[in-house]
Structure formats: structure tokens, C-alpha cells
């Protein structure tokens, strides 16, 4: 029999390796200390030949008959009708502490019929938060991650010529307004709650300042009491908390992905004592028709008769195979080998063995 960890990878499941000790900083996020998402409408220029079509994308026109007005030129009543703009969508997300003056990456992403970025040019768009307000004004060449070509009966389209990136195209004009000075206590929400891992993060951070300065209140939280540390701020409190290391808790979990036939197991996924038979079912038919002539000089015609050869195969497969319950995860993954099946037939043994209630995780399947 293969080695557990060779067999594994010849057969798709990935194996997780032990994280050891994580930082707190890559556990939690912490309250207050959050970006902002930013949206805005704008208009791209410069597109050679591939922007809106204005019959299709009126608000293309509309949009650069205000701008143009806002700017002095009195386009009313003009008719002009140029594929070189298109209408954007522009998104960013505004960093915490974030200050006047600072520059952040935007994306953007056509919303008409234009068949290209390649080469526009973002006019000044204001960017705003949820509360209406704004916050960035963005602006600059978008640089796009496709290319399109075309020609009269055919198209190539390579990756998605519609979006594109500013790389620092916005300039932060408003500055989140936030006391994170002034905080008198903070919590700490785990992105992935469970409640031993949030006992052990109490735990560490206690004994980091050996006295009880963190709570933890739930399976998703944990509060620290910024006073009771003794810090001369929040911000000091932060950069001494996020270092500290905690062994995190993790669920037992299996996820199936039946497009790549890819399995990722935990480490603590356990299978019971359990009996699986698995076999191949083929099923052929092969078409021969037979030319039928009649003698020379004879009276007749010719005709085409059906032959057809019809068989079901069925694969020896593995016969009625018995997993022993694992108590590692080497051990359930040496069970499974041993049944000696391709990853797509592994997903459905996998499946049947959660069905049965003999699959001790939780089962994911994308």
C-alpha cells in the first residue's frame, strides 16, 4: 500500500499541514479598525472606437452632455454621437485611519455595450460612502486585464477588456471621523467564532499582561479593557495584543469539489467502522449497417439494414471493503486509498459515508 501522504496527492485530497501558533492579528479584526466601501459613476474617454454605443447606453450621453456643460461647452440640442466614452462604475475601499491627502487603488468596470477599456482615461469621478457623503475623487489611465480583437466574421476575446484598475487613481479627500483615541474598552471579533478559540485567546492575552484585561463574551468576541491595561492609548494596547500567538480550534470539515474532484480534509475528521462496495457499470452499443445489393440484372433495389451489437460491462471494482474507524486523519485517508478509486469516485464514496452517519466533520460541497 502507498504511503498515506503520497496516496493522498495521487488521488486529489490535500492534506492540511499544522498552522502551529497564529498571531491575533490574523484571527480577528478588530472593532473600529474596518475599511469603508466607496462607489462612484463616471465617464472614460479616449477609447479608439470602442466605447457605448449611445443609441443603446442613453445615459452615456447624458452624462457627457452635463460634464460638458459643467466645463462651459453648451452641447443642447447637439447631435453628436462618439464611440470613443463609455459609462463606468467606479469602486474602492477607503483604508482605516485613512488621511486627507493619501491615494488608493481603484477598479473599474464598464456598466453599457463598450467592448474595451484598453487605453481610457477615468474623468474626475467623486467617489461615495454609504452615507452620501464624499470621500475620494478618482481620476487617471485605466490600465484593463484583456485584450479584444475582431474582424468582420470573427471575434477574440482574451480575459475582461470591460474592467480595468487605476493603481492609486483616487485621491482621499474626507477622512473617516472616528475617536480611536478615546476608546475606553475594544473587542475583538473572531472571523471564524468558536468558542475554544476564543477562550484561548482570553487566556493569552491575561496572561501576556498578568492581569485579567480581556473577557471573552461569546464564541465570536472578546473584550479588552483598555484601561485596565495600563497603555498610554489604544493604539498601544493594539500593537502589543496583535502579536500575541494562540493555537486556534479549528471544526472537522470536509470540502468536495466535484468540478476539479479536489478534497480538503481536516485534521480532525474521523470516520466510523464502516463497509463500502463500489463498481463500474459500462454500457455499449456499436452501429454496423450492412449494404444489401441485389444480382446483377436482377429487379430490386438497394438497401441499408441495421446491424447493431448491444453489451453491459460491469467492472470487478473493489468488492465489499471495509474502512476501519480512523483515529488519525492519516489512518481515514489509508482507509480511502485503499479502496483504490479515482477522486470523482472518491467524492461520491465520501458522500454516500456522510449519508450513512459513519462521517464525523462537517461535509462542504462547492
Same mark, same amino acid.
Given at each position: 500500500?502507498?504511503?498515506p501522504?503520497?496516496?493522498?496527492f495521487?488521488?486529489?485530497?490535500?492534506?492540511?499541514?499544522?498552522?502551529?501558533?497564529?498571531?491575533?492579528?490574523?484571527?480577528?479584526?478588530?472593532?473600529?479598525?474596518?475599511?469603508?466601501?466607496?462607489?462612484?459613476y463616471?465617464?472614460?474617454?479616449?477609447?479608439?472606437?470602442?466605447?457605448?454605443?449611445?443609441?443603446?447606453?442613453p445615459?452615456?450621453?447624458?452624462?457627457?452632455? !452635463?460634464?460638458?456643460?459643467?466645463?462651459?461647452?453648451n452641447?443642447?440640442?447637439?447631435?453628436?454621437?462618439?464611440?470613443?466614452?463609455?459609462?463606468?462604475?467606479?469602486?474602492?475601499?477607503?483604508?482605516?485611519?485613512?488621511?486627507?491627502?493619501?491615494?488608493?487603488?481603484?477598479?473599474?468596470?464598464?456598466?453599457?455595450?463598450?467592448?474595451?477599456?484598453l487605453?481610457?482615461?477615468?474623468?474626475?469621478?467623486?467617489?461615495?460612502?454609504?452615507?452620501g457623503?464624499i470621500?475620494?475623487?478618482?481620476?487617471?489611465?485605466?490600465?484593463?486585464?484583456?485584450?479584444?480583437?475582431?474582424?468582420e466574421?470573427?471575434?477574440?476575446?482574451?480575459?475582461v477588456?470591460?474592467?480595468g484598475v487605476?493603481?492609486?487613481?483616487?485621491?482621499?479627500?474626507r477622512?473617516? %471621523?472616528?475617536d480611536f483615541s478615546?476608546?475606553?474598552?475594544?473587542?475583538? +471579533?473572531?472571523?471564524?467564532p468558536?468558542?475554544t478559540?476564543?477562550?484561548?485567546? %482570553?487566556g493569552?492575552?491575561?496572561?501576556a499582561?498578568?492581569?485579567?484585561? +480581556? %473577557?471573552m463574551?461569546?464564541?465570536?468576541?472578546?473584550?479588552?479593557d483598555?484601561?485596565?491595561?495600563g497603555?498610554?492609548?489604544?493604539?498601544?494596547?493594539?500593537?502589543?495584543?496583535?502579536?500575541?500567538?494562540?493555537d486556534?480550534?479549528?471544526?472537522?470539515?470536509?470540502?468536495?469539489?466535484?468540478r476539479?474532484?479536489?478534497?480538503?480534509?481536516?485534521?480532525?475528521?474521523?470516520?466510523?467502522?464502516?463497509a463500502?462496495?463500489?463498481g463500474?457499470?459500462?454500457l455499449?452499443? %456499436?452501429e +454496423?449497417?450492412?449494404?444489401?445489393q441485389?444480382?446483377?440484372?436482377?429487379?430490386?433495389?438497394?438497401?441499408?439494414?441495421?446491424?447493431?451489437?448491444?453489451?453491459?460491462?460491469?467492472?470487478?471494482g473493489?468488492?465489499?471493503?471495509?474502512?476501519?474507524?480512523?483515529?488519525?486523519?492519516?489512518?481515514?485517508?489509508a482507509?480511502l !486509498?485503499?479502496?483504490?478509486?479515482?477522486?470523482?469516485?472518491?467524492?461520491?464514496?465520501?458522500?454516500?459515508?456522510?449519508?450513512?452517519?459513519?462521517?464525523?466533520?462537517?461535509?462542504?460541497?462547492?
Amino acid at each position: 500500500m502507498m504511503r498515506p501522504l503520497l496516496a493522498a496527492f495521487l488521488l486529489g485530497i490535500a492534506l492540511p499541514v499544522a498552522a502551529g501558533p497564529i498571531r491575533i492579528k490574523d484571527l480577528v479584526e478588530f472593532d473600529g479598525v474596518r475599511g469603508n466601501d466607496l462607489v462612484g459613476y463616471g465617464l472614460v474617454v479616449g477609447l479608439n472606437g470602442t466605447g457605448d454605443g449611445l443609441r443603446n447606453a442613453p445615459f452615456t450621453e447624458e452624462i457627457m452632455s !452635463n460634464l460638458l456643460e459643467r466645463l462651459g461647452a453648451n452641447v443642447v440640442g447637439e447631435d453628436f454621437r462618439p464611440k470613443n466614452v463609455a459609462a463606468v462604475f467606479v469602486t474602492a475601499s477607503l483604508p482605516p485611519f485613512a488621511r486627507a491627502g493619501a491615494r488608493i487603488d481603484v477598479t473599474v468596470s464598464a456598466i453599457g455595450d463598450a467592448k474595451s477599456l484598453l487605453g481610457g482615461t477615468l474623468v474626475m469621478t467623486p467617489l461615495n460612502g454609504a452615507d452620501g457623503q464624499i470621500y475620494a475623487v478618482s481620476q487617471g489611465t485605466i490600465i484593463a486585464g484583456g485584450i479584444s480583437a475582431e474582424g468582420e466574421a470573427a471575434r477574440v476575446v482574451q480575459g475582461v477588456p470591460t474592467a480595468g484598475v487605476i493603481p492609486s487613481g483616487a485621491r482621499v479627500e474626507r477622512e473617516v %471621523e472616528f475617536d480611536f483615541s478615546g476608546l475606553q474598552s475594544l473587542r475583538l +471579533a473572531l472571523r471564524a467564532p468558536d468558542f475554544t478559540t476564543a477562550a484561548r485567546i %482570553e487566556g493569552a492575552i491575561n496572561d501576556a499582561y498578568g492581569r485579567r484585561v +480581556a %473577557e471573552m463574551l461569546d464564541a465570536g468576541t472578546v473584550a479588552l479593557d483598555i484601561t485596565a491595561t495600563g497603555s498610554r492609548s489604544p493604539a498601544h494596547v493594539l500593537s502589543r495584543v496583535e502579536n500575541i500567538t494562540v493555537d486556534p480550534e479549528t471544526r472537522a470539515r470536509v470540502v468536495v469539489d466535484q468540478r476539479s474532484g479536489t478534497i480538503v480534509m481536516g485534521e480532525d475528521v474521523r470516520i466510523s467502522r464502516v463497509a463500502v462496495a463500489q463498481g463500474n457499470l459500462t454500457l455499449r452499443i %456499436e452501429e +454496423a449497417p450492412m449494404v444489401v445489393q441485389p444480382n446483377p440484372f436482377a429487379e430490386g433495389e438497394t438497401l441499408v439494414v441495421p446491424r447493431s451489437s448491444v453489451g453491459i460491462e460491469t467492472a470487478p471494482g473493489t468488492g465489499l471493503a471495509e474502512i476501519t474507524g480512523g483515529a488519525s486523519l492519516s489512518e481515514v485517508v489509508a482507509g480511502l !486509498n485503499a479502496l483504490g478509486v479515482a477522486p470523482h469516485d472518491m467524492i461520491d464514496i465520501l458522500k454516500s459515508i456522510n449519508a450513512a452517519g459513519a462521517l464525523h466533520a462537517e461535509f462542504l460541497v462547492n
